[in-house]
């Protein structure tokens, strides 16, 4: 079963404008850690956050910012005033602390396509 | 500079001919995990490995052998390639473990099985 759900399978925005990304995960475990990565045209895979479960806060780091809302297992992404070089697909992805120690599941991925 | 080396970059094969796919860091990670990258599916991890001489499966190991001989290098092995495999696949690896540390990814090699 997928327990990592990024619905949206690409978003097309003019530059400047604001992108939301979201995630949705699944987990019984009651530790576990979200990510993101960023894969630009180029093809590597580029860390962005690590946010552990215990910690709500919303953060922000520059023109990104996550907003992590256990209520609705959702950790969503959105980019703001987005710029060309954000085009990249974007993917979350889940660790837990449990069983399933050392496995890590990412989400299908959201392509962001930024136009000028 | 501290990295995940993966090699080759492209390889296009034919059906049943064995392969490996080398991967090296240079970070003394002591985790280190190979992954496939599939469109609409996005990145499923294939094996898995702590440390030296301790190896586990992951979501999608069928096919695929590992060996962890060394900290550095994890290779890859396909026994007997075959066109659903064709993919693109990255090594990672991680200081102590993903969950705390994130991955460093080499840089993806994208094979091709005919």
């Known amino acids: 079963a997928q327990k990592v759900t990024q619905a949206q399978t690409e978003i097309s925005v003019v530059e400047k404008e604001d992108v939301t990304l979201d995630c949705v995960y699944e987990?019984?475990?009651?530790?576990?850690?979200l990510f993101w990565y960023k894969q630009p045209p180029s093809g590597e895979l580029v860390f962005l956050i690590r946010r552990n479960s215990f910690d709500e806060q919303n953060e922000i780091s520059g023109r990104y910012s996550w907003n992590f809302q256990k209520s609705t297992s959702s950790f969503n992404f959105t980019i703001t005033a987005s710029q060309v070089v954000d085009s990249a697909v974007y993917f979350c992805a889940l660790s837990e602390a449990g069983d399933s120690w050392g496995k890590f599941q990412f989400g299908a991925g959201t392509q962001v396509v930024v136009t000028p | 500079e501290a990295q995940v080396t993966q090699n080759p970059r492209y390889l296009i094969t034919v059906t049943g001919k064995k392969l490996t796919v080398t991967c090296s860091q240079n970070?003394?990670?002591?985790?280190m995990s190979w992954y496939r990258q599939d469109p609409g599916l996005g990145l499923r991890q294939i094996y898995y490995?702590?440390?030296?001489?301790?190896?586990d499966k992951g979501d999608v190991p069928e096919g695929y052998k590992v060996s962890r001989k060394e900290k550095r290098n994890f290779p890859l092995i396909l026994e007997s390639p075959s066109p659903n495999q064709t993919s693109l696949y990255f090594c990672?690896?991680?200081?102590?473990?993903?969950?705390?540390?994130?991955?460093?990814f080499g840089s993806g090699t994208r094979l091709t099985v005919v």
């Open positions: 490995s702590m440390n030296v001489e301790v190896t």
């Open positions: 987990t019984r475990d009651t530790t576990y850690y």
């Open positions: 970070m003394n990670h002591e985790y």
């Open positions: 990672a690896s991680s200081l102590g473990g993903p969950t705390t540390y994130g991955y460093t």
